[in-house]
């Protein structure tokens, strides 16, 4: 578990960082700013680092910071290694962002009023999946602000070791076969390889803290290089459901099968309208029927899991911080689906 | 043990059934008993089409237009039809969609805004949550403090000492654009101890459920609701 952590942490993004030829006061023009941006972390946390490039070239008036790409203006609470998931099909390094210090798109983008901001996104996320795990926000809740700000400033800091120690105090737990939580992230003795066939005999229920990010693509293209770019938040399809997983006896709940119960309404088979709970009912895999919506990528921490790989395991070892797991994923719908 | 959730079939309807039974319900009763507001309605969540099939459809309730004036009191007074043109001569147009709700004390001064309110329900905290926006007449958006002029004096107050928890702008879940939301993190508390409070309870529980949160929330923001939508079969 740690090293999977470990790898989560340490991954990074490299940033050339452009400022917007609007707020270029200087000839000859700064030359952009480079910066390795960690994926658990967000963009405007970068800006201490980005600044001193820009300063002495912005245009009189206050910084409303924003980030851009390909003109789309950036969600600055989606860590950025997603964003790079999402946005970027073929990975592109150094990535290139443009930088704006004025024009806040207030009707578009909601408020960033720098660190604090981002800081309370993170502990309210963090009390959403809280929620979700436990059935209440009591771990978060009776965390007390040193500690929320220590939890917090790891996160800043991409501090993995930093990050174990405040967690301890919170239980978030691992996905085993019950859901009390009795193991803190630091603990290393339930190690029981989740991804193995249970032999105990329990069909139990979970509930995973997940965000889909889900982009339509429409066209057919080979490379990925060819993929369209992705001009307005319109074209993604968010989904922050929690996934709930029936395990039973001696069946794997698989990526495939996790994807396909947050989207009932792209796979499988039609349900009766009159369910009780049924929507967490693992669907069969293998369904290969031809008007099935195809996979074709799946993005999680920058990597593409295989989509046999148990959920439990992908939920365990590529969840960010704040406990969500969150996945990009393209998907192309077969025409006769789309209106 | 834990906290209150409402039962697994409740939770389907709102999420994946037609206009689920029990904003339905809420609706007609809101009409039957609020008939100077404008109805609430369901709003089909579209996203990108391919989410919209006939089977299961998500959405939420919508009801927007509504016109609030910051009164000297803080009574949430009687809403009264018509009246809006006292306050808005130079806009007609603007009157005839909106629903004055509350009255000021003779102040020919101020400035009407109007809010959008939606109800979506929460997947990860199982209850619905309020989401508003407001705007001026000339439709431009209102920043939180603004908003907070117009609060109930007590969410006021609340809304200063926890800014970030307790009314903050975040983005609407379908429609990619930044609203307000009403956090409902206490919400499922409240619903417990109202559902405690209610001994003998007629009426199927769904239907009571989103009249019985909106009691505890539509205050908040200055919305009240009348006692006959809740003593009524």
């Known amino acids: 578990m740690k090293e999977a952590q470990e790898f989560v942490w340490m991954g990074a993004i490299p940033l050339q960082i452009h400022l917007h030829e609007s707020e270029v006061t200087t000839v000859p023009p700064p030359p952009p700013a480079l910066i390795l941006a960690p994926r658990i972390g967000y963009l ?16 009189p008036g206050v910084d409303t910071v924003w980030f851009e790409y390909k003109g ?25 962002l443009t930088i704006h210090f004025r024009g806040y798109p207030s009707h578009l983008l909601i408020p960033c009023e720098g660190e604090d901001s981002v800081k309370w996104n993170f502990i309210n996320s963090l009390k959403e999946a809280d929620y979700i795990i436990n059935g209440n926000c009591k771990n978060v809740m009776h965390m007390s602000q040193s500690d929320q700000l ?24 691992t996905i085993e076969d019950d859901y009390a939580s009795k193991s803190s992230l630091s603990s290393q003795k339930s190690q029981k390889m ?60 698989t990526l495939h099968d996790a994807i396909k119960t947050l989207l009932p309404e792209l796979f499988g ?71 | 043990a834990g906290n209150f959730q409402f039962p697994e079939i409740g939770s389907l309807h709102l999420i994946r059934c037609y206009p689920p039974a029990s904003a339905q319900a809420f609706a007609e009763k809101w009409k039957l008993n609020n008939p100077a507001y404008p109805p609430w309605t369901w709003v089909k969540s579209l996203e990108v089409p391919i989410f919209a099939t006939n089977q299961v459809e998500e959405g939420y309730l919508s009801l927007e237009n509504v016109c609030i004036v ?37 102040n020919d001064n101020v400035q009407p805004y109007y809010f959008d309110f939606h109800i979506i329900y929460s997947a990860s905290f199982r209850v619905p949550v309020l989401y508003f926006r407001a705007y001026c007449s000339d439709g431009r958006s209102l920043g939180l403090n603004e908003i907070e002029s117009v609060l109930p004096a007590n969410s006021a107050k609340v809304l200063l000492e926890s800014k970030w928890t307790f009314i903050t702008q975040e983005e609407h879940p379908y429609l990619n654009r930044p609203w307000c939301k009403l956090h409902p993190c206490g919400s499922s508390d409240w619903m417990k101890l109202l559902f405690q409070a209610v001994e003998k309870v007629d009426r199927p529980a769904m239907e009571l459920y989103l009249v019985s949160w909106f009691s505890v929330v539509g205050p908040v923001i200055g919305l009240g609701i009348p006692i006959q939508m809740l003593k009524e079969p």
Request: hydrophobic residues 35%.
């Open chain 1, 194 to 253: 989740i991804g193995e066939a249970d032999t105990s005999v329990q069909t139990k229920t979970g509930k995973v803290p997940v965000r889909l990010y889900v982009w339509n693509v429409s066209e057919d293209f080979g490379d990925m290089e060819d993929a369209p770019p992705i001009d307005s938040w319109d074209r993604i399809s968010y989904v922050n459901r929690p996934l709930e997983i029936h395990r039973e006896e001696g069946k794997c709940f």
């Open chain 2, 70 to 106: 910051k009164s000297n009191d803080d009574e949430v007074a009687s809403c009264v039809e018509g009246e809006a043109s006292l306050y808005d001569k130079e806009d007609e147009e603007s009157t005839d969609s909106a629903t004055l709700v509350q009255t000021s004390s003779g």
């Open chain 1, 72 to 96: 789309l203006p950036l969600k600055w609470y989606i860590p950025t290694g997603v964003l790079f998931d999402l946005l970027c099909a073929e990975p592109e390094r150094p990535w290139n």
């Open chain 1, 269 to 339: 088979k039609k349900r009766k309208p009159k369910g009780e709970g049924n929507i967490s009912q693992p669907l069969e895999t293998g369904s290969t029927a031809d008007d099935d919506p195809e996979i074709k990528l799946l993005r999680i921490q920058g990597i593409e899991p295989k989509l046999e790989t148990p959920i439990s395991w992908v939920a365990n070892h590529l969840r960010h911080p704040e406990n969500f797991l969150h996945v990009c994923v393209y998907i192309k719908v077969p025409s006769a689906k789309s209106l």
């Open chain 1, 150 to 173: 220590e939890l917090w400033n790891s996160v800043v800091n991409a501090n993995l070791e930093a990050f174990i120690r405040s967690s301890s105090k919170l239980k978030s737990g």
């Open chain 1, 44 to 59: 405007p946390l970068l800006l201490p680092l980005i600044k001193p490039y820009f300063s002495s070239t912005l245009p």
